[in-house]
């Protein structure tokens, strides 16, 4: 078992669709997550990090549940430019190592 | 822009042969991880450097190995390259303020491209 999990997808939505990924993570130690956001043949960049109370940027709503190990990214009024590969990441704080997942692909349509 | 700058952008070696990547952290950072990045797949974390010490390390062989600068660049040298080890190499900068303080948000390169024929 992965130590990060995420659908893979693909997801495709309309544009204003509202879509939700999980991603599941195994290490109970784990103490910061974040979202990056991926697009083709480029490199990761954060969307948004993940704080145990919630948090919302926008469109973009991000969730933790640490008893059942899960994170959640929402995304509210899909655009055309969300299209992308979306990155869960979880890291256990100064341990060196952050874990990614192998991402979940939105494709976003007219 | 993140000021993550990495070099070569694209590279192509021939299996046995040796490589070595180049990244230069964002200004103020002191933290350098390299990932790999097969087609289809997350980054998998290779290792990271903080102050210029090995400071993790993820499941690579030993023919996988790096150092950082005392101005926090950071090289990764690839021994005996395998036609497998064809990825993106990813480069990430972030501000690790030792035990006990917050970890920040890890900022990439744009990745060197590296295929072994």
Known sequence: RKEVEQDPGPFNVPE?????????????ASQSFFWYRQDCRKEPKLLMSVYSSGNEDGRFTAQLNRASQYISLLIRDSKLSDSA?????????????STFGDGTTLTVKP | ETGVTQSPTHLIKTRGQQVTLRCSSQSGHNTVSWYQQALGQGPQFI???????????????????GLQFPNYSSELNVNALELDDSALYLCASSLDRGRGGPNTEAFFGQGTRLTVV
């Open chain 1, 85 to 97: 590969t979306y990155l869960c990441v979880v890291k256990i704080t100064n341990a060196g190592k």
């Open chain 1, 16 to 28: 204003g669709a509202t879509v939700a990924f999980n991603c599941t993570y195994s290490n109970s």
């Open chain 2, 47 to 65: 290792f990271q450097y903080y102050r210029e010490e090995e400071n993790g390390r993820g499941n690579f062989p030993p023919r996988f190995s």
